[in-house]
């Protein structure tokens, strides 16, 4: 079935560092792709996504790219912030199915020093 | 525009009870989805409802239901609680076309403890 793999945390960087989280993904087709944040005691929020082959999603500083040929929705930011600490979540929806459910990766904890 | 809200935030509920959770979608969203965090099996999906109806199903037992009211409100109920029901829920909303690329956007989630 569907799935979705990340890079083990915890990540830990000082301010200003680059950041890359990778995400990769197995799939029939031409899934949709998110990047979605978890601050301490929240819920989730939409960081950015991509629908189709070749897209850039961004927002916030955060960009990743859809590559259909690695299978691949890698997360960066050029210069990250001591507030970028939150645990960061890939997810991918399928066209094949009934909906709009999200598979998640276990999700890759950031934490920003300054 | 207000976002999803969850209700209550908080849970503690003892083995074998039942609980109802209750989840309010964004004003015009009528596609709500519910998801399981813990910390072993992560984020996982539950079911989605739209227009009252069941649309999707995640492989959870059935002690696990939801609903989906006229005003898109919805509720799940878990019977026979377990020590393993203890997680983060959260609910998510959607403007409800069904398409893959619609966004779905979380409320803050009802955190249930089961002693």
């Known amino acids: 079935g569907d799935s979705v793999t990340q890079m083990e945390g915890p990540v830990t960087l000082s301010e200003e560092a680059f950041l890359t989280i990778n995400c990769t993904y197995t799939?029939?087709?031409?899934?949709?792709l998110f990047w979605y944040v978890q601050y301490p005691g929240e819920g989730l929020q939409l960081l950015l996504k991509?629908?189709?082959?070749?897209d850039k999603g961004s927002n916030k500083g955060f960009e990743a790219t859809y590559r259909k040929e690695t299978t691949s929705f890698h997360l960066e930011k050029g210069s990250v912030q001591v507030s970028d600490s939150a645990v960061y979540f890939c997810?991918?929806?399928?066209?094949?199915?009934?909906?709009?459910?999200?598979?998640f990766g276990k999700g890759t904890t950031l934490s920003v020093s300054s | 525009k207000a976002g999803v809200t969850q209700t209550p935030r908080y849970l503690i509920k003892t083995r074998g009870q039942q609980v109802t959770l209750s989840c309010s979608p964004i004003?015009?969203?009528?596609?709500v989805s519910w998801y399981q965090q813990t910390p072993g099996q992560g984020l996982q999906f539950l079911f989605e409802?739209?227009?009252?109806?069941?649309?999707n199903k995640g492989n959870f037992p059935g002690r696990f239901s939801g609903r989906q009211f006229s005003n898109s409100r919805s509720e799940m109920n878990v019977s026979t609680l377990e020590l393993g029901d203890s997680a983060l829920y959260l609910c998510?909303?959607?403007?409800?076309?069904?398409?893959?690329?619609?966004?779905?956007?979380f409320g803050p989630g009802t955190r249930l403890l089961v002693l």
């Open positions: 998510a909303s959607s403007l409800g076309a069904g398409r893959h690329q619609e966004t779905q956007y």
């Open positions: 409802y739209f227009s009252e109806t069941q649309r």
């Open positions: 004003s015009g969203h009528r596609s």
């Open positions: 991509a629908t189709k082959a070749d």
């Open positions: 997810a991918l929806s399928s066209p094949n199915q009934a909906g709009t459910a999200l598979i």
């Open positions: 799939a029939t087709g031409y899934p949709s």
